[in-house]
């Protein structure tokens, strides 16, 4: 079982940035496949950019080069990161954290980040 909490979302203009944590409860290095997710309104749930234990990312093509996942600090093994730069109001959405372990996911609640033009 792992708890997942999203905080870092807020409201911020085209062009700015904002860093979204994921907190688990469980040390990030014990989870296969960390991620980040999100849904727009009207829209299916899309994948934003994974992490693997083996430090392995993937990102969406729509985010490559202004997003960044990165893993734990050397003070805090568990929380994941998702950094944000030149933000779109197309990136309005809902971010969900998702942790993959074996053949299970498990969801965060989710964070709302508006991006105004």
């Known amino acids: 079982q792992v708890q997942l909490v999203e905080s870092g979302g807020g409201v911020v203009q085209a062009g700015g940035s904002l860093r979204l944590s994921c907190a688990a409860s469980?040390?990030?290095?014990?989870?296969?496949?960390i991620g980040w997710y999100r849904q727009a309104p009207g829209k299916q749930r899309e994948l934003v950019a994974t992490?693997?234990?083996?430090?392995?990312?993937?990102?969406a093509d729509s985010v490559k080069g202004r997003f960044t996942i990165s893993r734990y600090n050397p003070r805090n093994t568990n929380t994941v990161y998702l950094q944000m730069d030149s933000l779109k109001p197309e990136d309005t959405a809902v971010y969900y954290c998702?942790?993959?372990?074996?053949?299970?996911?498990?969801w965060g609640q989710g964070t709302q980040v508006t991006v105004s033009s």
């Open positions: 469980k040390s990030i290095l014990s989870i296969d496949v």
């Open positions: 992490l693997t234990t083996g430090r392995t990312t993937n990102y």
């Open positions: 998702r942790a993959d372990t074996g053949p299970t996911n498990y």
